[in-house]
């Protein structure tokens, strides 16, 4: 069984920094792109930021210049760097991996979100 699971979350300050991680585990062949999304109560899942194999990535609009993501391939990890956070980034954040399971079969691992909340 493959897992994901999210770590960071806090509350933070208008204006302040928070980073975020994701590992993934279990049993996979290999790993795709890994992503960020994020949810508010009663609202969609919406779009963060992606990055690829070679470390290519993009970012939602709303969080282009404030938001990182990068990605440790030797310990299955993915991060994201939030800076400059406002209220509006409020949610709870979701990281999804894409991998291959071993019949080689590619798959969307989902962790259990972890809570960001930006308040003064």
């Known amino acids: 069984q493959v897992q994901v699971v999210e770590s960071g979350g806090d509350l933070v300050q208008p204006g302040g920094s928070l980073r975020l991680s994701c590992g993934i585990s279990g049993n996979f062949l290999s790993i795709g792109d890994m992503k960020w999304w994020r949810q508010v109560p009663g609202g969609q899942r919406d779009f963060v930021a992606t990055?690829?194999?070679?470390?290519?990535?993009y970012y939602d609009e709303a969080v282009k210049g404030r938001f990182t993501i990068s990605r440790d391939s030797t310990k299955n990890m993915v991060y994201l760097q939030m800076n400059s956070l406002d209220p509006e980034d409020t949610a709870v954040y979701y990281c999804n991996v894409r991998y291959r399971d071993p019949a080689y079969i590619w798959r969307d691992g989902w962790g259990q979100g972890t809570q960001v909340t930006v308040s003064s």
């Open positions: 990055i690829g194999l070679n470390g290519d990535h």
